[in-house]
């Protein structure tokens, strides 16, 4: 479909596309983060808390799928900022301390508003092929970064080296059950206490059994 190109109210076609397409995701972390659930979602409903129109919609949007895809996307891409800002922050300190201060800001950037969390750990899983492959593309990156920062360890003598992909790889998978179960309520702790734990899990995961 033909898009609008001139200027209108001092904005332009661009700029006013943007701006609903901003509209729908925030429409979409609402409805899909909250209530009533991706799977309970309508494009109808969806349009009415953006204040938008259907014809709106599917002028940005295949479907509902797709909305939810690019929030995955946005949420993942928040969070790895605030990761990349904590290992540049940490630039110099021991392993330990760095992995510490990386995994809490990763916990912080993921917990800090339930609604990103509920779409990053809940309301993706099991919807489709294809999400499926886009959620395992960025766990994947999740996976390399944790083995860059141990072998990088290794070349410092801090740990002993070894083959760090299937150790981070179970470790990136209890992140995503404990805080999908934490988010879900299946457990009863603070948030200090899930990130301390996870703390300890990723420092013990890196180092040789038995070491």
């Known amino acids: 479909m033909g898009q ?12 006013r596309r943007t701006e609903r397409r901003e509209r729908f995701l925030a429409a979409a972390l609402q409805q899909f983060g909250d209530r009533p659930g991706y799977r309970a979602a309508s494009v109808a409903g969806l349009c009415e808390e953006a204040g938008l129109s259907t014809r709106q919609f599917y002028e940005e949007f295949r479907n509902l799928e797709q909305v939810l ?3 995955h996307l946005l949420v993942n891409d928040r969070t790895e900022q605030a990761v990349l800002r904590a290992l540049t922050d940490t630039a110099g300190l021991t392993f330990e301390q760095r992995i510490g201060a990386v995994l809490r800001a990763y916990i912080a950037a993921a917990t800090d508003d339930r609604r990103r969390l509920r779409i990053a750990f809940v309301e993706i899983i099991g919807v489709s092929e294809e999400l499926e492959r886009q959620r395992l593309t960025r766990r994947a990156l999740w996976v390399q970064l944790i083995v860059a920062e141990a072998e990088a360890a290794v070349g410092r003598g801090e740990i002993a080296p070894r083959d760090f992909r299937i150790a981070a790889t179970a470790f990136i998978g209890a992140v995503n059950g404990l805080l999908h179960d934490w988010t879900a309520g299946q457990f009863d702790a603070t948030l200090a206490q899930v990130v301390d734990e996870l703390v300890a899990l990723l420092l013990g995961s890196v180092r040789r059994p038995g070491g």
Do not use: K
Not at 4 to 15: F, I, K, L
């Open 69 to 71: 895809a690019q929030l």
């Open 4 to 15: 609008a190109t001139g200027t209108y109210g001092g904005r332009s076609a661009q700029e």
